[in-house]
């Protein structure tokens, strides 16, 4: 069974979506990416789903960055936002690495469809407005 690292801040939220994909995948949550990296030195995962707050996407993106140089195997990853400013944003997360950009309020069939392909490294962008 696939492993899923849920990085998000909000408990509310990585809560709704563990119990969404638990049933599909093996799910791990963290709230924080400098967790997800100490996670990463001793743990495997396949793809991980973080939490992109536009007010900060500078900081989340140097943070991912880091995740991506640090851990030692290598893994997707999905970006779920409360909705970035525009345009140059979405790209900005896109080029740093993210395979899609799922905006909040979250389907978790919308997010299973988007993992699956992750999961064969299909290397498609996605984006999805909910």
């Known amino acids: 069974m696939a ?42 995962f396949e793809v991980a789903v973080i939490s992109v707050n536009e007010r900060k996407l500078l ?13 030692k195997h290598e893994f997707k990853a999905i970006a779920i936002t409360n909705g970035l ?16 950009v799922i905006t909040k309020p979250l389907c978790s069939k919308t997010l299973i469809n988007i993992i699956e392909p992750a999961l064969r490294k299909e290397t498609k962008t996605t984006f999805t407005n909910n």
């Open 59 to 71: 900081t989340a993106m140097r943070e991912f960055q880091v995740l991506k140089v640090t851990c």
């Open 3 to 44: 492993t899923i690292l849920i990085i998000e801040g909000i408990r509310e939220d990585r809560l709704f979506l563990k119990k969404r994909l638990q049933q599909e995948f093996s799910v791990i949550t963290l709230s924080s990416v400098s967790e997800a990296i100490a996670f990463s030195q001793s743990h495997k």
């Open 85 to 100: 400013e525009d345009f140059h944003d979405t790209c900005t997360v896109i080029h740093a690495g993210f395979s899609a």
